[in-house]
């Protein structure tokens, strides 16, 4: 059955020169209306290395017109070349003989005679006439090469065997190219082995996007825009043919987007000539197997055996590629294939036409395939084809484990839409695993629909007992996992962690991708609420869950969790390793443009700035940021958004700063995401203070804090990250308002219970705050001290920007260089490169006083606005009537207000209080 492809009806002719030059000037002209693909000329050097050259590829793809283009280039160059356009009288090797013969001697008189064109003996063996041929042509005076267009004319004859001899009888000099339809029955692997063959493919001859659009141009499309260009590459899949036939489709339609859609293998142009140049011509049998592997996407040979139901379907593949039937390999072993999508609408239609009522049987017997071998989604698409919805979600329902677990979870809310709503309901399965992508994608509306439909579904399947109550209870667990999901990427951590509480006790009855996420959440919710005494085992065993599923894809946003987890205990190293993991995983199976990869490089951006590797931290972010706003946890927003603000603070770029905190804040109102709204209150009001723009700062944070007493903010109860940013932006405000004693007592508790906790980025960074505001007080012993045991927790994880982005720290950084610590050498070596990173950010780093006096180089509370007004215009000289005249100000409220700035200052003088602002950066 699948033998050689059958002879199809040519025009013969008498004379072989006659046909030679009819053939080439009609390939010429063809040549002529194509635009030129230099590229093509590239292939000539192998050619010129090789004995042969294989040109194969389907009709239409340019084989013709390639070897006229080679041909024209080899004669430029002065070889040789002989081209010929084989007929099927050449099917028999003494007709092909002659024929080449005549060309020889017809065309290059310098050559001897190959043999006695009458009167040769007709019984000649094909062997026997190409080593006759081979050696009349033995000492050629220059390279020859003889081009053989049209070449699948000869498959199956004796002239194949005459061509096979003559390439194992000539001389160096010569070289055969081949151009063929169809895979020749020629040794081909022992020419590739000893190096003697070159092969031009498919994958070569194809149009490229340049090719592509010069071609458009030059019918007088250039107006199509790259979306446009795409599209019809998409459709035609650089088919030299298939452009030819869309060329005029396009020119003639009224809207290029509308003509695009037109390009179709059921549009009469396209069907005529698939249906004459290559489907008429294949035996009946072959005909109906093409037609019924057309409805698959992509096939392998046990595939089309359970279609067909013909054995040997290894034979059928390698009948339909070597045929040159538009059959395309997926992968280099050669095992999936599918149609050029052109052909294959041409076949799905003819199949539709002749044999409607046999489509459902056959997508049956796909979706029992598919489900044999774990691909559910082609399942569930052949089940749907086959107008079985039922089974389609039925595939769905049951499978849905191998989805998540295969890091396809994206793809479930789709499926599960395309099921009709009225058996969707039916199935809380998969309303539940819908949900949960929904949840990971902030749809939470959508989400909080599919589990109340679910909840009602299970209710209703409980009073029915429609199923084994085992059923229902493992139901009921992805129910409870999916109200933790959804708390999870709300950041409700006291749900998650009272859901998990309880789940955690029925893991053992979940499947892998189900309990490692619940223990994955769990860790999660005990970080936000700063309990971390069970991490290392809530850890260890999310990760053993997530092991047993099927991908590493489902490792992501554990180790996202696992980083910010490490993060906060000190081991930055950890979180680093934790966060890279994450990241890899995703790029190397989704690639580095997926909001996914901001789940785990946006807190690795986090953590870099933290030890000052500020370049890198940058490139992460100017990467992934624009990707972070759709999908994934509340915490990369936040470390995204305040890393980029405090490095286009860094940068000298204060403004553009605090707008990055402005566009993280309409984002959080968007999303109602609570604590990044309080996150960037809160940075927002640090900045401002580190500006010297007190009133503005305390205006930042006081609609967080205007209602809140000192004891409302003292770390009591249960307690979140939430509630660690409010006591932070409260402190801040009562700097603003010279509670300075006040901001000390919130600092303090809130450093003791972070300690107590074992957070020690908590504790480093309200020890930095300390010893800031121990500093406004003029308590250096104690602001020293703290530095002392701040840089001692800091030195291992080397957290260096808390100190850093507190510029009023560096006198006593200064003071605490090496040999100023205690014996410590890490702690040492770290203060020092405090020191050092102090000078070259162009930090001031004034020499204090002895320790045991107070420190007056430092304001004992913060000058607001109005204050710095009139200090920056005592700086220039005026007196107190000038600077009033200049403020609307009488003279005596002047004298007032400089009193004030001279206690906050801690001077008399106003030489002093000058220097001493300038000194601080408070003024230039």
Same mark, same amino acid.
């Given at each position: 059955?699948?033998?050689?492809?059958?002879?199809?009806?040519?025009?013969?002719?008498?004379?072989?020169?006659?046909?030679?030059?009819?053939?080439?000037?009609?390939?010429?002209?063809?040549?002529?209306?194509?635009?030129?693909?230099?590229?093509?000329?590239?292939?000539?050097?192998? %050619?010129?290395?090789?004995?042969?050259?294989?040109?194969?590829?389907?009709?239409?793809?340019?084989?013709?017109?390639?070897?006229?283009?080679?041909?024209?280039?080899?004669?430029?160059?002065?070889?040789?070349?002989?081209?010929?356009?084989?007929?099927?009288?050449?099917?028999?090797?003494?007709?092909?003989?002659?024929?080449?013969?005549?060309?020889?001697?017809?065309?290059?008189?310098?050559?001897?005679?190959?043999?006695?064109?009458?009167?040769?003996?007709?019984?000649?063996?094909?062997?026997?006439?190409?080593?006759?041929?081979?050696?009349?042509?033995?000492?050629?005076?220059?390279?020859?090469?003889?081009?053989?267009?049209?070449?699948?004319?000869?498959?199956?004859?004796?002239?194949?065997?005459?061509?096979?001899?003559?390439?194992?009888?000539?001389?160096?000099?010569?070289?055969?190219?081949?151009?063929?339809?169809?895979?020749?029955?020629?040794?081909?692997?022992?020419?590739?082995?000893?190096?003697?063959?070159?092969?031009?493919?498919?994958?070569?001859?194809?149009?490229?996007?340049?090719?592509?659009?010069?071609?458009?141009?030059?019918?007088?499309?250039?107006?199509?825009?790259?979306?446009?260009?795409?599209?019809?590459?998409?459709?035609?899949?650089?088919?030299?043919?298939?452009?030819?036939?869309?060329?005029?489709?396009?020119?003639?339609?009224?809207?290029?987007?509308?003509?695009?859609?037109?390009?179709?293998?059921?549009?009469?142009?396209?069907?005529?000539?698939?249906?004459?140049?290559?489907?008429?011509?294949?035996?009946?049998?072959?005909?109906?197997?093409?037609?019924?592997?057309?409805?698959?996407?992509?096939?392998?040979?046990?595939?089309?055996?359970?279609?067909?139901?013909?054995?040997?379907?290894?034979?059928?593949?390698?009948?339909?590629?070597?045929?040159?039937?538009?059959?395309?390999?997926?992968?280099?072993?050669?095992?999936?294939?599918?149609?050029?999508?052109?052909?294959?609408?041409?076949?799905?239609?003819?199949?539709?036409?002749?044999?409607?009522?046999?489509?459902?049987?056959?997508?049956?017997?796909?979706?029992?395939?598919?489900?044999?071998?774990? &691909?559910?989604?082609?399942?569930?698409?052949?089940?749907?084809?086959?107008?079985?919805?039922?089974?389609?979600?039925?595939?769905?329902?049951?499978?849905?484990?191998?989805?998540?677990?295969?890091?396809?979870?994206?793809?479930?809310?789709?499926?599960?839409?395309?099921?009709?709503?009225?058996?969707?309901?039916?199935?809380?399965?998969?309303?539940?695993?819908?949900?949960?992508?929904?949840?990971?994608?902030?749809?939470?509306?959508?989400?909080?629909?599919?589990?109340?439909?679910?909840?009602?579904?299970?209710?209703?399947?409980?009073?029915?007992?429609?199923?084994?109550?085992?059923?229902?209870?493992?139901?009921?667990?992805?129910?409870?996992?999916?109200?933790? &999901?959804?708390?999870?990427?709300?950041?409700?951590?006291?749900?998650?962690?009272?859901?998990?509480?309880?789940?955690?006790?029925?893991?053992?009855?979940?499947?892998?991708?189900?309990?490692?996420?619940?223990?994955?959440?769990?860790?999660?919710?005990?970080?936000?609420?700063?309990?971390?005494?069970?991490?290392?085992?809530?850890?260890?065993?999310?990760?053993?869950?997530?092991?047993?599923?099927?991908?590493?894809?489902?490792?992501?946003?554990?180790?996202?969790?696992?980083?910010?987890?490490?993060?906060?205990?000190?081991?930055?190293?950890?979180?680093?390793?934790?966060?890279?993991?994450?990241?890899?995983?995703?790029?190397?199976?989704?690639?580095?443009?997926?909001?996914?990869?901001?789940?785990?490089?946006?807190?690795?951006?986090?953590?870099?700035?933290?030890?000052?590797?500020?370049?890198?931290?940058?490139?992460?972010?100017?990467?992934?940021?624009?990707?972070?706003?759709?999908?994934?946890?509340?915490?990369?927003?936040?470390?995204?958004?305040?890393?980029?603000?405090?490095?286009?603070?860094?940068?000298?770029?204060?403004?553009?700063?605090?707008?990055?905190?402005?566009?993280?804040?309409?984002?959080?109102?968007?999303?109602?995401?609570?604590?990044?709204?309080?996150?960037?209150?809160?940075?927002?009001?640090?900045?401002?203070?580190?500006?010297?723009?007190?009133?503005?700062?305390?205006?930042?944070?006081?609609?967080?804090?205007?209602?809140?007493?000192?004891?409302?903010?003292?770390?009591?109860?249960?307690?979140?990250?939430?509630?660690?940013?409010?006591?932070?932006?409260?402190?801040?405000?009562?700097?603003?308002?010279?509670?300075?004693?006040?901001?000390?007592?919130?600092?303090?508790?809130?450093?003791?219970?972070?300690?107590?906790?074992?957070?020690?980025?908590?504790?480093?960074?309200?020890?930095?705050?300390?010893?800031?505001?121990?500093?406004?007080?003029?308590?250096?012993?104690?602001?020293?001290?703290?530095?002392?045991?701040?840089?001692?927790?800091?030195?291992?994880?080397?957290?260096?920007?808390?100190?850093?982005?507190?510029?009023?720290?560096?006198?006593?950084?200064?003071?605490?260089?090496?040999?100023?610590?205690?014996?410590?050498?890490?702690?040492?070596?770290?203060?020092?490169?405090?020191?050092?990173?102090?000078?070259?950010?162009?930090?001031?780093?004034?020499?204090?006083?002895?320790?045991?006096?107070?420190?007056?180089?430092?304001?004992?509370?913060?000058?607001?606005?109005?204050?710095?007004?009139?200090?920056?215009?005592?700086?220039?000289?005026?007196?107190?009537?000038?600077?009033?005249?200049?403020?609307?100000?009488?003279?005596?409220?002047?004298?007032?207000?400089?009193?004030?700035?001279?206690?906050?200052?801690?001077?008399?003088?106003?030489?002093?209080? %000058?220097?001493?602002?300038?000194?601080?950066?408070?003024?230039?």
């Amino acid at each position: 059955m699948y033998g050689p492809v059958p002879e199809m009806s040519f025009s013969c002719h008498a004379e072989g020169e006659k046909n030679q030059r009819r053939a080439s000037a009609r390939l010429s002209a063809q040549w002529r209306d194509l635009v030129a693909r230099p590229r093509l000329l590239n292939f000539l050097a192998e %050619v010129r290395a090789s004995r042969i050259t294989i040109v194969q590829a389907p009709a239409g793809y340019g084989k013709s017109s390639l070897l006229l283009q080679w041909h024209d280039a080899l004669a430029g160059e002065g070889a040789l070349v002989i081209a010929v356009q084989l007929e099927a009288i050449h099917r028999e090797p003494m007709e092909f003989a002659r024929h080449l013969a005549r060309l020889w001697q017809a065309n290059f008189s310098c050559l001897s005679p190959v043999f006695a064109l009458s009167g040769h003996d007709t019984r000649a063996t094909a062997e026997q006439l190409a080593c006759q041929m081979a050696a009349a042509l033995s000492d050629p005076p220059a390279p020859v090469f003889l081009l053989l267009d049209d070449a699948q004319l000869l498959a199956g004859t004796d002239s194949i065997r005459f061509l096979h001899s003559l390439v194992e009888h000539v001389p160096p000099l010569l070289h055969i190219v081949v151009a063929s339809r169809e895979r020749l029955a020629l040794p081909m692997a022992r020419w590739r082995a000893r190096g003697e063959l070159a092969e031009i493919t498919l994958a070569d001859l194809r149009f490229s996007a340049d090719e592509t659009h010069a071609l458009l141009a030059k019918a007088g499309l250039d107006d199509l825009s790259a979306d446009e260009i795409r599209a019809l590459d998409e459709r035609v899949e650089g088919w030299a043919a298939g452009l030819r036939i869309a060329l005029p489709i396009l020119s003639s339609a009224d809207d290029h987007s509308e003509g695009l859609k037109s390009i179709s293998g059921e549009r009469r142009e396209l069907r005529d000539f698939f249906a004459e140049d290559l489907f008429a011509g294949q035996p009946a049998q072959a005909q109906q197997t093409l037609l019924r592997i057309s409805l698959l996407q992509k096939f392998c040979a046990p595939l089309c055996e359970a279609i067909t139901g013909l054995p040997n379907g290894r034979r059928v593949l390698d009948w339909c590629e070597n045929a040159g039937l538009f059959v395309i390999a997926l992968d280099d072993t050669r095992t999936w294939y599918r149609f050029h999508r052109l052909f294959q609408e041409f076949l799905v239609r003819t199949f539709a036409d002749q044999h409607a009522e046999d489509s459902d049987k056959l997508h049956r017997r796909a979706t029992d395939w598919h489900i044999a071998q774990g &691909m559910v989604t082609d399942a569930f698409e052949h089940a749907l084809a086959g107008n079985d919805p039922n089974r389609a979600a039925g595939v769905l329902d049951e499978h849905l484990d191998r989805l998540f677990g295969a890091g396809q979870a994206h793809l479930v809310p789709v499926l599960a839409a395309r099921v009709p709503p009225h058996i969707r309901t039916f199935y809380p399965r998969i309303m539940l695993a819908a949900a949960w992508p929904l949840s990971m994608h902030w749809e939470f509306a959508e989400a909080q629909t599919l589990l109340a439909a679910s909840r009602s579904r299970i209710a209703d399947m409980e009073r029915q007992s429609a199923a084994a109550k085992s059923d229902i209870q493992a139901i009921r667990l992805q129910l409870a996992h999916g109200e933790m &999901m959804l708390a999870q990427f709300q950041d409700d951590m006291p749900t998650v962690e009272q859901l998990g509480i309880t789940q955690m006790r029925n893991c053992q009855a979940a499947r892998p991708f189900v309990a490692g996420s619940i223990y994955s959440a769990f860790l999660n919710s005990q970080r936000e609420q700063f309990k971390l005494n069970d991490v290392d085992r809530l850890d260890f065993t999310a990760t053993r869950y997530l092991d047993q599923c099927e991908g590493r894809q489902v490792h992501i946003a554990h180790e996202a969790v696992a980083g910010l987890t490490r993060f906060l205990m000190g081991d930055s190293g950890g979180a680093i390793e934790r966060l890279r993991n994450g990241l890899a995983i995703t790029t190397r199976i989704f690639g580095d443009k997926t909001p996914l990869c901001a789940m785990t490089a946006l807190p690795l951006a986090a953590v870099l700035y933290e030890r000052n590797a500020v370049k890198d931290a940058d490139a992460l972010i100017e990467t992934f940021l624009p990707l972070a706003d759709t999908l994934g946890f509340v915490d990369q927003l936040i470390d995204g958004w305040l890393t980029r603000s405090r490095i286009l603070r860094l940068r000298g770029d204060p403004d553009t700063a605090l707008q990055a905190l402005s566009s993280a804040g309409a984002i959080a109102a968007k999303r109602g995401f609570a604590r990044l709204a309080l996150h960037c209150a809160e940075e927002r009001a640090r900045q401002l203070l580190r500006s010297g723009r007190s009133d503005e700062a305390a205006r930042a944070a006081r609609p967080a804090c205007m209602n809140l007493t000192l004891e409302a903010v003292l770390p009591t109860g249960a307690i979140t990250s939430s509630d660690e940013i409010v006591a932070m932006m409260w402190a801040t405000w009562a700097e603003c308002k010279n509670r300075l004693p006040d901001a000390l007592q919130v600092c303090r508790q809130w450093r003791s219970y972070a300690a107590a906790a074992g957070a020690i980025r908590s504790v480093i960074r309200w020890d930095a705050r300390i010893a800031h505001l121990a500093l406004q007080t003029g308590d250096l012993r104690s602001a020293k001290r703290t530095m002392r045991r701040a840089v001692a927790l800091a030195a291992p994880g080397r957290y260096m920007r808390s100190f850093l982005d507190e510029p009023a720290l560096a006198a006593t950084l200064q003071a605490h260089a090496p040999g100023g610590m205690e014996r410590n050498g890490a702690a040492e070596t770290f203060a020092a490169d405090l020191v050092r990173e102090f000078t070259l950010e162009g930090a001031k780093d004034p020499t204090g006083p002895d320790v045991d006096e107070p420190d007056r180089s430092y304001p004992r509370g913060a000058l607001n606005s109005h204050e710095l007004e009139v200090l920056k215009l005592t700086a220039t000289g005026l007196s107190n009537r000038e600077v009033g005249e200049h403020l609307g100000m009488t003279e005596g409220s002047v004298k007032w207000d400089l009193q004030q700035i001279y206690n906050k200052m801690g001077v008399r003088r106003r030489i002093l209080v %000058v220097e001493r602002a300038r000194q601080l950066g408070l003024i230039h």
